[in-house]
């Protein structure tokens, strides 16, 4: 690392490269105006009266927050009046133990500006003038042309404030860089950028318009690295400065206060991956990025490899092994034959498109310039506690497995149903505002004249967040197994012991705990069980689409927030040995040392469980395994090949986590002499201290394998 880049990172872990907003009075004749003449006015009033983040270390700069007196980006979603009151009803607060308003990612499509600069996106919004007429679209249109010219506009001031900081620097080669910025930024992103380093500025200045995701951050900037070096305008380590400098601006985006500052999930891209040639996209530039962003102290952004078959071993390996060596635990993995095929053959998507997909937030996909078309939790297990609880009288009486499954079914689809109506209806609220800032950098708002809030994108998945998966599954294999194939109860007595909440069936419930064919251990009952269930799922989900027109997927991460405890406390015992208000389970995994088999079965059943892919929503497999399995170098290259065993036999995606239950438990005890512990928790990592409390227990209940 650099001595600058060390002083800006320094700056950036103390919270001194935050970029403060200023204060905009706007004229109250403003109301008088049409709506989005008005939105579109303020919104380009702001912009030019921010002042950019620089420092006598920078070569970049640009980045700016939204305060929420306006009509923001649409990630952080300030100035959305309509989502702001929805969120106040419905965010965190579960409406019948069955939804729960959540979060919403997206990632912007920079190949927008890089190919064609600002001037080209009015271009396109020029064109689409000439072919829509209707009046609430042309608005639309104009003050997306407003606010591009903003953005322009604001390039030049920061170019203006480079050069009067140059001035003031004494450092030649500071003040060397700060004259070439000021320079550069005359012309991009206004223009399409012709180096390495203008393209990486271009990012650095228009994350604003969605500071979440850089999306596929590898595969369009290398064609600018690879002519670069080429022609001797570059040398590997200053490409890597450019990056480490954008990293550091994604981890000052959040400010050093908010818990979030730890959590890798504010930021989330992905390498790797399917081209639309059908080719591996691993390149040196990946690989650059990922030893850029792992020799940096920080926790944003966290980066997922995109694993084909085409992937070489070598390649594997060397992340995996990056990721042993990070301490802030920023590193996951993807396989894309899998998404890849659920895309195409599910959702529709054309290849070229559908290979261009994200991993974004705590794992959720999203397309290039496209937003992700859900934005809810579902409680999975609630139709299965109903079931038993309410109307028991319907399965009661059930002659076989089949005939149950049937019942079940049908109690499942009905939430499931109900669950997706009410995800509808979290979108129609968004709908209600129009973002501008954001739909400039997405693909399809401009061509459609429509807001991507308003399904202005063609390209998207609705893939609502089912917790409890793995509860119902083991419910599944509870019945099948003990009520029917085995006979050691019946029903009746199943469900009284249920009704009581297990309280004089003890033993009973030991029993099960003791001999159930629970998911994760590769046996055929609970394989079989769990193939049906998404097969199921399949078969219901297919051809159903949300209210834009995106295709349902399902998904089973957590996120920050601990839904799968609000469900719970909700929820009576289930047939898997929950008790009355236990924690649900989410991802597709297996935890409280029911995977009994180890970790190969475990991963096995995992890769079995969904061969038609309805499970390549916001999805999230946790492995714990033990520390040795990873530092020990023989160990290790056995676990390689484990986990592309994995990928190769279908599994979706994994993360690690290697601290032992033991490090955890004494954590809890005495947090202040653990601080430093980091784990993943669901699709982003953190320190296991900060961590809430229900969050922690499911951490420490997740089995370690040996």
């Not at 070598?314 to 920023?330: G, N, S, Y």
């Not at 029993?511 to 769990?530: E, M, P």
């Not at 009355?580 to 995977?595: H, T, V, Y």
Request: charged content about 25%; aromatic content about 12%; hydrophobic content about 35%.
């Amino acid at each position: 690392m650099t001595e600058r880049i060390q002083r800006l990172t320094e700056l950036t872990l103390q919270g001194k490269m935050y970029a403060d907003t200023v204060k905009t009075v706007y004229d109250e004749a403003d109301l008088l105006l049409p709506r989005q003449q008005m939105e579109s006015k303020r919104i380009c009033e702001y912009i030019l009266n921010q002042e950019p983040k620089l420092t006598e270390y920078s070569v970049l700069t640009g980045f700016f927050n939204f305060d929420g007196s306006i009509v923001g980006d649409a990630f952080r979603r300030g100035g959305h009046k309509a989502t702001q009151e929805a969120f106040h009803l419905f965010y965190l607060k579960p409406i019948d133990n069955l939804s729960t308003m959540e979060w919403q990612h997206a990632t912007a499509d920079y190949t927008k500006i890089l190919n064609r600069g600002i001037c080209g996106i009015i271009e396109d919004i020029d064109e689409s003038l000439r072919n829509h007429t209707k009046s609430e679209q042309t608005e639309f249109l104009l003050a997306l042309k407003r606010v591009a010219d903003a953005l322009i506009g604001w390039a030049h001031k920061c170019s203006r404030r480079a050069a009067a900081l140059s001035l003031t620097v004494s450092n030649e080669e500071y003040r060397n860089n700060l004259q070439k910025l000021s320079k550069t930024l005359l012309r991009v992103p206004e223009k399409a950028p012709e180096s390495f380093y203008e393209a990486v500025l271009c990012i650095y200045l228009c994350f604003s318009a969605d500071p979440d995701s850089v999306g596929t951050l590898d595969r369009y900037l290398y064609p600018f690295y690879k002519k670069d070096i080429e022609n001797g305008t570059l040398t590997r380590e200053e490409a890597a400065e450019y990056l480490q400098e954008l990293f550091l601006m994604l981890q000052a985006a959040t400010p050093v206060q908010s818990n979030n500052f730890t959590r890798g999930g504010e930021s989330h891209f992905c390498i790797g991956g399917y081209l639309p040639s059908g080719e591996d996209g691993f390149t040196e530039l990946s690989r650059l990025i990922v030893e850029s962003m792992i020799e940096l102290p920080t926790y944003i952004p966290q980066v997922t490899l995109r694993w084909t078959k085409k992937t070489p071993r070598e390649v594997f390996r060397f992340v995996l092994d990056c990721e042993r060596h990070d301490p802030h635990k920023r590193i996951a993995f993807q396989n894309d034959e899998k998404r890849i095929m659920a895309y195409t053959e599910i959702c529709h998507i054309p290849f070229e498109r559908a290979v261009g997909y994200t991993t974004v937030g705590c794992n959720e996909p999203a397309f290039l310039g496209a937003i992700i078309g859900s934005n809810s939790k579902i409680n999975f297990l609630r139709s299965t506690e109903r079931l038993f609880h309410e109307k028991a009288n319907l399965i009661e009486k059930a002659e076989s497995f089949d005939a149950f499954f049937d019942v079940f079914k049908k109690e499942l689809f009905s939430d499931l149903e109900r669950g997706y109506e009410y995800d509808n209806f979290y979108n129609k609220q968004r709908a209600q505002d129009i973002n501008y800032v954001s739909s400039l950098v997405f693909n399809d708002c401009i061509e459609n004249a429509t807001s991507l809030t308003q399904g202005g994108g063609n390209t998207a998945i609705a893939s609502p967040m089912c917790l409890g998966i793995t509860n119902v599954i083991d419910s599944l294999c509870v019945v099948k197994q003990f009520v029917f194939d085995e006979k050691m109860f019946t029903m009746s007595e199943l469900i009284t012991a249920l009704h009581a909440d297990w309280r004089g069936y003890e033993d009973l419930h030991t029993l099960i705990l003791k001999r159930g064919k629970f998911f994760g251990n590769d046996d055929d009952t609970s394989n079989c069980v769990a193939q049906r269930l998404y097969r199921e799922l399949y078969e219901f989900l297919k051809d159903k689409t949300n209210l834009y027109g995106y295709h349902w997927l399902i998904g089973d991460l957590l996120g920050y927030n601990i839904h799968h405890k609000w469900f719970g406390n909700h929820t009576r015992a289930t047939p898997d040995g929950r008790y009355n208000g236990d924690m649900l389970k989410f991802g597709l995994g297996q935890s409280e040392g029911r995977d009994r088999e180890g970790l190969s079965a475990l991963l096995n059943a995992i890769a079995k469980v969904d061969p038609n892919g309805i499970g390549c929503g916001s999805t999230v497999t946790n492995i714990t395994i033990d520390e040795q399995l990873i530092k020990n170098d023989a160990n290790f290259e056995k676990t390689v090949d484990l986990l592309l065993t994995y990928f190769q036999n279908g599994g979706v995606h994994f993360q690690l986590t290697y601290v032992s239950k033991k490090d955890l438990l004494c954590a809890k005890e005495t947090p202040d002499d653990y601080k430093h512990l980091r784990v993943r928790v669901t699709g982003f990592s953190d320190y296991f201290v900060k961590l809430n409390d229900a969050i922690q227990n499911d951490i420490i209940a997740r089995t370690e394998q040996k």
